[in-house]
């Protein structure tokens, strides 16, 4: 089972064997639990360095994967494991669970309409402050502060890479800049800027941060022809309508809770059936190259091709 991650199998046994009375199962039960029958399918929530090992596991065993985001900390050996759980005909699915809010599928039918034109540049923010994510505990001890357990802007909140491909199309290169830059007690990268191209006739930056006390989320999609404009905090889109030279505001309901229900419904629904989730494994796949490539053209300085 260790055979692609070795290392990761030690430190697996040893996390999980500390912490298993704070929030963490030891691997061992989680191995024990996937051999029970009438197990079907394995959710995988562990810290992304941990997350292959039990991939490659529930593969073995014949369980469909629900796999939070991001696939791993590394591509190295993904691959291998999704083309795996294909050819057993598994279903895999990435917990990007922003694919089914409503403000962001209102923005996807507005640009699938043509209500911009062509994309020419788009941007997308997004900032919070750590020690408020999980109040009830100390900041310090929580994975995002830590990189050796996978922390940090650029892995965790990769919800950005991928609703910004899902609307402005792939990523095809990057120049990106990450670090710790706040005075937060971590060693992980509390800051990320990223321009990116989308496609050959677009560009944009993606913007990632754990240090913005107002919290914000917010998407601009500019084209030939109009704006859309997107604030995911306050559930709002706006659409540009120049001939009128107005605003047209669309409101939804504020339903975080509901898109978690919705992801999941449609993950069970694929498994009954036997059908591609809306983004499969090898879509989080996708975007864990991007990742890399952010990571590279940091360390380089220098423009990174998402190859």
Request: glycine share 8%; proline share 5%; aromatic share 12%.
């Amino acid at each position: 089972m260790a055979d692609l991650f070795p290392e990761q199998a030690k430190r697996g046994n040893e996390h999980f064997d500390v912490h298993a009375d704070k929030c963490f199962s030891g691997f061992d039960a989680y191995k024990k639990v996937l051999e029970v029958p009438g197990v079907n399918y394995a959710i995988l929530a562990t810290p992304p360095g941990f997350r292959p090992i039990h991939f490659e596991y529930a593969i073995q065993q014949g369980k469909h994967v629900f796999m939070e985001k991001p696939v791993s900390h590394s591509p190295d050996g993904v691959p291998e494991l999704v083309d795996l759980l294909e050819q057993r005909g598994l279903v895999g699915m990435t917990a990007f669970c922003m694919r089914f809010f409503k403000p962001l599928r209102k923005a996807k039918e507005l640009l699938d309409a043509g209500r911009i034109g062509r994309l020419v540049t788009a941007r997308s923010f997004t900032g919070a402050y750590l020690p408020d994510w999980h109040p009830w505990e100390d900041y310090r001890t929580f994975y995002m502060s830590k990189k050796d357990q996978g922390g940090g802007v650029l892995l965790d909140e990769c919800h950005a890479f991928d609703w910004m491909q899902w609307l402005c199309g792939p990523i095809t290169g990057v120049c990106a800049v990450a670090g710790t830059f706040s005075d937060l007690e971590v060693d992980s990268d509390d800051v990320c800027e990223v321009v990116a191209r989308f496609g050959d006739r677009a560009v944009g930056s993606i913007h990632l941060d754990m240090v913005d006390r107002s919290i914000r989320t917010q998407v601009e999609l500019i084209g030939t022809t109009g704006t859309v404009l997107v604030d995911l905090r306050e559930h709002t889109v706006r659409a540009w309508e120049p001939e009128a030279r107005r605003w047209e505001t669309f409101t939804s309901e504020r339903s975080y809770d509901q898109m978690y229900v919705e992801e999941l419904d449609h993950f069970f629904d694929c498994v009954d059936r036997g059908t591609k989730p809306v983004v499969d494994l090898r879509e989080g796949y996708q975007i864990q190259r991007v990742i890399d490539a952010c990571a590279r053209s940091n360390a380089s300085g220098r423009w990174v091709a998402v190859d």
